[in-house]
């Protein structure tokens, strides 16, 4: 595993932690849509793009260990986060962040002085 550098982990209903990946410095994909998973793994810096739809987060806590300077896509949709942490205001480099189906009530006005697609 000391290689890996795209994982995918999608439809695995049972699956409801990525914690053994916390700190692994060389992944640069992660696929982990439509599992149990209830929070975000931690210390992943190295990733360029992050699907993890359709599963049981309320909120993205610990995005800020999972943000770095070549980070691209984040997708979330379909899960239950009522909130977009300020931690992402200093993200420059995200083209695209899919909060879609989730329980947003409102968006932050920095978001819009970003140069993201959402």
């Not at 439509?34 to 929070?39: K, R, V």
């Not at 992943?44 to 699907?51: A, M, N, R, Y």
């Not at 977009?84 to 409102?106: A, F, K, Q, Y």
Request: contains cysteine.
């Amino acid at each position: 595993m000391m290689s890996l550098q795209y994982l995918t982990v999608d439809n695995n209903n049972d699956l409801s932690s990525l914690d053994a990946l916390n700190g692994y410095q060389r992944l640069r994909g992660l696929s982990a849509s439509n599992c149990a998973i209830d929070h975000l793994p931690t210390n992943l810096s190295t990733l360029t793009t992050i699907d993890m739809s359709q599963n049981k987060l309320t909120s993205l806590d610990g995005l800020d260990t999972l943000l770095w300077f070549d980070c691209t896509s984040l997708v979330f949709r379909n899960n239950s986060i009522t909130t977009i942490p300020t931690t992402m205001r200093v993200v420059r480099n995200i083209n695209t962040i899919d909060l879609s189906n989730n329980l947003l009530t409102e968006l932050p006005i920095w978001l819009f002085n970003a140069n993201l697609k959402v």
